[in-house]
């Protein structure tokens, strides 16, 4: 293996390790004292907790390895070595955890937004690395490849069910902070993997493209793309122009194209990421 390869691989191995670890933190310092299952093989492993006493990592392991084993047979190899490796890290990490961990909050509202913040930041940064910690994931996919449904919605039939197997056991109050916590983990997720909303994309559509792309260009000194368009209303060809901004210049962007033409079509989307000249490095 060459040295850069070997170097990224290392750096990947940390980087879900640590993602591991905070994610456990998530669990044993919110979630689990406070009796919120919120979906998966660790929503599972709380309840199978509290209803028979089974050390979670243990019960998460061993639901986990199963799992693994019949994606590889049925699915295939998408799920890697890290996959297995971050199922095990994470089971180890929380049955230690669990010795040493008390409850930073008992109320149950709290537990579950902090529980889904720290969580979901620690599987955000074990994805983001290319790992992930099995369970729900490997779940999903193995029940939509045999129903008529897609990963997303395999997804959440496998944490609905957990979630109300958890408000059996622990009552309805609890299954909702659990949902609470789901929200809160995947909005945590989504901000490690994709990053704050910094760029805007804004669409321009005029009979002054030219005009207002050379005073964009110019003025504000980003690029900017022509894409061909056609007004089926009108049935006109057009160019609608793309330009890729930060948030503080959408001003300045709406600004010029107002002042060179005001009856203009005007479309600004978020950005969750760019990345090339102007913006972060590739």
């Not at 390869?5 to 879900?16: F, M, W």
């Not at 002054?208 to 061909?228: E, W």
């Not at 930060?246 to 962007?253: G, L, P, T």
């Amino acid at each position: 293996m060459k040295p850069e390869r070997l170097r990224a691989e290392i750096l990947s191995y940390l980087g879900i390790s640590a993602g591991v670890l905070v994610t456990a933190a998530g669990l044993c310092f919110f979630l689990v004292p406070n009796k919120i299952a919120a979906g998966g093989v660790s929503g599972l492993a709380t309840v199978l907790l509290y209803l028979a006493n089974l050390p979670m990592g243990v019960t998460m392991l061993v639901l986990n390895i199963p799992l693994f084993l019949l994606s590889l047979r049925i699915i295939g190899p998408m799920f890697g070595v890290k996959t297995l490796f971050g199922a095990i890290a994470l089971s180890v990490a929380v049955d230690f955890m669990n010795l040493v961990a008390l409850p930073l909050t008992n109320d149950p509202l709290l537990a579950a937004i902090y529980g889904g913040v720290v969580s979901g930041i620690g599987l955000g940064l074990a994805f983001r690395f290319g790992g992930s910690t099995g369970g729900t994931d490997m779940a999903a996919q193995l029940v939509a490849r045999y129903l008529p449904m897609s990963v997303g919605q395999a997804l959440l039939l496998v944490d609905g069910i957990v979630i109300l197997l958890a408000g059996i056991v622990f009552g309805p109050e609890r299954a909702l902070y659990a949902l609470l916590a789901v929200f809160v983990t995947t909005k945590a997720i989504d901000l490690i993997q994709e990053g704050q909303s910094y760029a805007k994309a804004v669409l321009v559509i005029s009979d002054h493209a030219d005009a207002i792309a050379q005073a964009i260009m110019v003025q504000m000194d980003r690029g900017v793309t022509g894409l061909a368009a056609r007004g089926l209303y009108t049935n006109t060809q057009r160019e609608m122009l793309l330009v890729t901004v930060a948030r503080s210049e959408i001003s300045r962007v709406k600004d010029i194209v107002r002042t060179i033409d005001d009856r203009a079509f005007v479309i600004i989307h978020d950005v969750h990421e760019v990345l090339g000249e102007g913006f972060r490095r590739l």
